[in-house]
């Protein structure tokens, strides 16, 4: 799969200039929202991006949607210059947002469509029709005619969707689409973006949430960003096993004493006494595992079972933040 | 219902303007004032023609700033910026009604001013009217986007509008001929649009002059179409360009 987005070193600080900061020659306050940020996105690709609040997350995805101009590095869409092409990258991203003021709330959820497409340039049965499409695509046709402050949140959430794809753009731009919708409207969402958006419609998806069960479900590749500075990135396996070189194993053994254990170097963190059996929990590197079961076997201990506790991206992802500080 | 209520309050608003110069025209109708011969000496025609240019003056400084106020305050203007549509397209475009209702109302005045005050209009140049107008409105419609860059950036009433409106309003002509103004003060009233919207529209209305007559002020106002439109167009992108660089486009 080729490379559909690219940035590179991107880069950005806010700057807050008070009227007192000019007239006085203050220094001014700053914020560096994004340090040299380096991403690929391949084409076809649900790419996650984690990270806690005030990370950086929608400064980037405002960057790629040419709402902010970075200060630093550079960047393609497509092939699309970030900065010199811009109005070529409006037409092929679509912007999910959270914002749900983004929409004229007196106005129909039709309405509302209408007015976006003509911005993209539809006009007469071609607008109709794929306003139309969309709305059964999301599958909003029933409360095509409402009033959009009638909505429910799953349903604006579904709207601001629609919205983006009413130029059927190649990629999408999510910036926490699930963040005020409850977990049954939070699935429909998720499974509309798995099955339609990414498998059927072949979209390209940046995912922007701080929902890590949210980017297990939906997303191939992660990146996790933090303090505005990307501190880990790759495939869900990969983010795994980041940790699995010190990962948790349970072992069941046959009975034995505990100093036996300690005899040949094993110093379990827990131990639990069953009828029988040991069971013990252990961190350890993976590729010291088989090394670790051959010792318990000549020492004349019968292992029953050898499992790698389950981790969850939590934990990749607590670990990741607090190796980071 | 509500804009039906609106639309017929507005009908009854611009009725009872008319009606109060038309009662204040009265007073300079027994001796008639040596500043309004050049405009054939009657106050309420030359009154009722600067209230109603005034009209565009006040929408084409408003809209475009309003329009991009209102985008920030209900939160949709990055869903705006964010199709490619350019931005000058989109607050044209939004700003086209308010332009259609105020060339309404202007009708209005002067319907109004004709069928029921007797007022008398020389309608012999209906095209060349029609061109003054447009150059008014291109002209004002520079100050506005420059107004309009100015909220982008400062989220803020633009001073441009007041200081505008109020030199306009002192300065333009819009009540009482410009004549009437200190010699040391005419000078600057001739830096203003308005100054010429007013001078040929009402010479084309009140006097039946053609191009050849009034063709200075026409080139006048092609001069002020030509530099504040540009400069208007330059400011909004940069104010657009230098909210994306603060990221602040959503701020208000």
């Known amino acids: ?325 | 219902m509500s804009y039906k209520l609106n639309f017929i309050l507005q009908l009854v608003g611009i009725f009872i303007s008319t009606l109060l110069f038309f009662f204040l025209s009265k007073l300079f109708e027994r001796g008639m004032s040596d500043y309004l011969q050049p405009y054939g000496g009657d106050y309420f025609a030359f009154v009722i023609i600067g209230i109603a240019i005034t009209d565009y003056l006040t929408v084409s400084l408003g809209s475009f700033a309003s329009e991009i106020r209102n985008a920030q305050m209900m939160g949709t203007l990055e869903a705006l910026l964010v199709t490619p549509t350019s931005v000058p397209t989109i607050l044209f475009s939004s700003s086209l009604f308010s332009f259609i209702l105020t060339s309404v109302r202007i009708i209005i005045y002067l319907v109004y001013g004709i069928t029921i005050f007797g007022l008398k209009l020389h309608f012999t140049s209906i095209p060349l009217l029609l061109m003054i107008m447009c150059l008014t409105i291109l002209s004002f419609t520079g100050i506005g986007l420059i107004s309009a860059g100015f909220i982008v950036i400062f989220k803020q009433g633009s001073p441009l509008n007041w200081i505008v409106n109020t030199t306009s309003g002192v300065l333009g002509g819009i009540l009482y001929p410009v004549s009437v103004l200190p010699a040391w003060l005419q000078p600057f009233s001739h830096l203003l649009p308005i100054t010429h919207a007013l001078e040929a529209i009402r010479q084309i209305l009140l006097n039946g002059k053609t191009f050849s007559e009034v063709y200075q002020e026409v080139i006048i106002l092609i001069f002020f179409c030509i530099t504040l439109l540009p400069v208007g167009l330059i400011f909004m992108r940069y104010g657009l360009s230098k909210a994306r660089k603060d990221g602040s486009l959503v701020h208000y």
């Open chain 1, 1 to 325: 799969m080729s490379d559909i987005i690219e940035l590179h070193k991107i880069s950005k600080t806010f700057i807050e200039r008070s009227w007192r900061s000019v007239l006085f020659r203050s220094i001014p306050k700053k914020t560096e929202a994004l340090k040299d940020i380096t991403l690929t996105i391949k084409k076809g690709e649900i790419f996650g991006l984690l990270g806690p609040n005030g990370a950086g997350k929608t400064t980037l995805i405002k960057i790629l949607a040419t709402l902010i101009i970075p200060d630093g590095g550079a960047g393609k869409i497509f092939g699309y210059d970030l900065i010199r092409q811009s109005q070529h990258i409006r037409r092929i991203i679509g912007l999910v947002n959270m914002s749900e003021r983004s929409f004229y709330w007196r106005l129909t959820g039709r309405q509302n469509l209408n007015f976006f497409a003509a911005l993209h340039n539809l006009t007469g049965k071609q607008k109709e029709k794929r306003v139309q499409t969309i709305l059964e695509l999301v599958d909003l046709e029933e409360k095509a005619e409402t009033q959009f402050m009638k909505y429910s949140s799953g349903q604006k959430q579904r709207l601001s969707l629609a919205r983006a794809l009413l130029s059927n753009p190649e990629i999408l731009l999510m910036d926490e689409p699930t963040q005020n919708l409850d977990p049954i409207a939070s699935s429909t969402f998720l499974k509309l973006a798995v099955d339609v958006l990414k498998k059927k419609e072949g979209k390209t998806i940046l995912w922007c949430t701080h929902n890590l069960r949210e980017a297990e479900d939906v997303c191939s590749r992660i990146a996790i960003i933090h303090r505005g500075a990307v501190i880990e990135s790759g495939d869900l396996e990969y983010m795994c096993s980041l940790i699995n070189t010190e990962s948790f194993y349970e072992f069941t053994i046959d009975h034995c004493p505990e100093r036996t254990l300690q005899e040949i170097g094993i110093t379990p963190l827990r131990i639990f006494r069953n009828n029988g059996s040991l069971d013990f929990e252990l961190q350890v590197r993976s590729n010291d595992v088989p090394s670790l079961v051959r010792q318990l076997v000549e020492n004349g201990i019968n292992v029953r079972s050898c499992k790698v506790k389950v981790i969850e991206l939590d934990e990749v992802f607590e670990k990741i933040i607090n190796r980071a500080h």
